[in-house]
């Protein structure tokens, strides 16, 4: 039997349709330096990871028997992809899985630090009411508002569907410059279709935008998508939201542009230096941050399992059941 090893957890509707169809699955973690040995003595020719386990090129040489990498998520910046398939193995990934999960949790990041509520939260408990009051009283609306979303792949369309249902103008970049429909799901079976029009230019809106979430994957060359001249070039007090990678902003600069108002607050779902963030970056008033959960709902993770099993299955076949 083909003997499955995922590392870093896999949902329980994954497993169970991988065990149906003859595969071996195991959950329990193995850690990083250890990973190699256990891959080859106990046989196993699939590994599944997610953020925690990395998939790099002196692991990939070291474990000839390894026929499939699969990353529960998007991102595939944990796994030498191109050195990995260079060498034959076949590396999967779920991308569309998670789209909703992360859309949702930058939804309600917009609606929090737009309101102050994760700073509310934090304050309430000690602090005087009748002076936290006055403190919180100017929030502001998302209806009417312009929201950019750098990187408009799934994530970012999945977004832009929930920001133009509560009534935000979306200005996208990506790319390549297109004109996307993007389905509204209204509810109660209904549905619109409302037009986008994607630029290519980022300089060109970051003025323009009163919210900003960023949805690209960390870039080669490790430069910051948001450093010091473009976070200068926003409008004065805008709202920023990054569940995308740690490194697409440059913590410092976002600091000292939280500091001098001109962002009014951000919200953080991703760090440079996982799993150990920057402390003054957790800690500044004006961040609402989480621990990189943006696909973590147990939805998403149902799906991605599924969809890793199904991509496992098509590679590799139906094995011989084992209750045969």
Avoid: W
């Avoid at 026929?67 to 998007?74: A, D, F, S, W």
């Amino acid at each position: 039997m083909m003997k499955v090893l995922a590392n870093d957890g896999v949902s329980a509707a994954g497993q169970k349709a991988l065990e149906e169809a003859g595969y071996i699955v195991l959950t329990d973690h193995v850690a990083q330096e250890n990973l190699a040995k256990t891959i080859n003595e106990q046989g196993i020719e699939v590994l599944l990871v997610r953020s925690a386990t990395t998939v790099r090129k002196d692991l990939i040489d070291a474990c000839p028997g390894l026929k499939l990498i699969g990353r529960g998520g998007v991102g595939m910046d944990n796994i030498d992809v191109e050195y990995a398939r260079e060498q034959g193995r076949t590396v999967i990934n779920t991308p569309a899985a998670s789209s909703q999960s992360v859309a949702e949790l930058v939804m309600g990041q917009l609606f929090s630090i737009s309101r102050f509520v994760y700073d509310s939260n934090r304050e309430m408990a000690q602090g005087d009411f009748k002076t936290l009051k006055k403190k919180y009283s100017k929030g502001v609306e998302l209806r009417g508002k312009k929201l950019g979303i750098v990187g408009f792949g799934r994530i970012g369309q999945s977004l832009a569907s929930y920001a133009l249902g509560v009534g935000m103008e979306v200005l996208a970049v990506d790319r390549a410059s297109r004109h996307t429909e993007i389905p509204v799901i209204i509810g109660n079976g209904q549905q619109v279709n409302v037009g986008v029009e994607v630029h290519t230019d980022i300089m060109k809106i970051l003025s323009e935008v009163d919210y900003i979430s960023i949805h690209i994957p960390k870039q080669a060359d490790g430069k910051a998508v948001l450093g010091e001249a473009e976070l200068n070039r926003l409008k004065k007090g805008v709202f920023i939201v990054n569940a995308a990678r740690g490194g697409v902003i440059d913590e410092q600069a976002l600091m000292r542009a939280l500091d001098s108002g001109q962002v009014a607050a951000a919200a953080m779902d991703v760090f440079e230096n996982e799993p150990n963030p920057n402390k003054d970056l957790l800690n500044h008033p004006k961040i609402s941050s989480t621990p990189h959960i943006g696909a973590a709902t147990g939805e998403a993770q149902a799906r991605i399992g599924l969809e890793l099993a199904e991509l496992i299955i098509e590679k590799f076949g139906v094995l011989k059941s084992m209750n045969v």
